[in-house]
């Protein structure tokens, strides 16, 4: 598996090796040894998450202020633009984004660290998205930041208006969001 750090270096691409041939294909989706020496850190993932969309629809920018989750993502059907925003105050890269193209066909992974708001929005006709997190889901803690906000200026690849849900349409301007110290 070939692991890089991007442009906010705590965010990973992890990009496993397929083998195919005329049967079909086998990779690797998950090696927690070579997980924690690239992270550099000991970690135990506490729940799976699956959920699948229709295109356009947008999920995010979603966190939880207690109980953060890191989040290790990944697409098995169709693609979506995947997007984290760092929320760390203390970090070199507070209030920067970056994206994605998470798909079934390249398998590439994100490692989303504690700290970050992650959303995504669905590019084919539907996407199948799982996802390992550290903690458990906790709606009390749960908070979500405008996907259109202004300050932060994602440049999701919309082609017309997205659907959300109407927690997400409710998200708050960055600006007002409760972040990380």
């Given at each position: 598996m070939r692991i890089t750090r991007?442009?906010?270096?705590?965010?990973?691409?992890?990009?496993?090796?397929?083998?195919?041939?005329?049967?079909?294909?086998?990779?690797?989706?998950?090696?927690?040894?070579?997980?924690?020496?690239a992270i550099g850190r000991r970690?135990?993932?506490?729940?799976?998450?699956?959920?699948?969309?229709?295109?356009?629809?947008?999920?995010?920018?979603?966190?939880?202020?207690?109980?953060?989750?890191?989040?290790?993502?990944?697409?098995?059907?169709?693609?979506?633009?995947?997007?984290?925003?760092?929320?760390?105050?203390?970090?070199?890269?507070?209030?920067?984004?970056?994206?994605?193209?998470?798909?079934?066909?390249?398998?590439?992974?994100?490692?989303?660290?504690?700290?970050?708001?992650?959303?995504?929005?669905?590019?084919?006709?539907?996407?199948?998205?799982?996802?390992?997190?550290?903690?458990?889901y906790a709606p009390e803690h749960?908070?979500?930041?405008?996907?259109?906000?202004?300050?932060?200026?994602?440049?999701?690849?919309?082609?017309?208006?997205?659907?959300?849900?109407?927690?997400?349409?409710?998200?708050?301007?960055?600006?007002?969001?409760?972040?990380?110290?």
């Open positions: 991007l442009a906010i270096p705590d965010v990973l691409r992890i990009e496993p090796r397929v083998f195919g041939d005329e049967r079909g294909f086998f990779y690797e989706s998950y090696h927690q040894a070579r997980f924690e020496e970690l135990d993932f506490v729940q799976d998450n699956h959920s699948k969309s229709a295109k356009r629809v947008l999920r995010g920018l979603h966190y939880q202020i207690r109980q953060p989750q890191g989040k290790l993502v990944r697409v098995t059907a169709g693609s979506v633009y995947d997007v984290v925003v760092d929320l760390r105050r203390s970090s070199p890269t507070f209030g920067q984004w970056l994206g994605e193209v998470l798909s079934a066909e390249n398998r590439t992974q994100l490692w989303v660290p504690e700290g970050f708001a992650h959303g995504f929005l669905v590019l084919s006709e539907s996407a199948e998205f799982l996802y390992k997190t550290t903690d458990y749960e908070r979500c930041i405008a996907w259109n906000d202004p300050t932060l200026a994602i440049d999701w690849p919309l082609q017309g208006a997205p659907i959300v849900s109407g927690k997400d349409d409710k998200g708050l301007p960055f600006p007002a969001a409760e972040l990380f110290d």
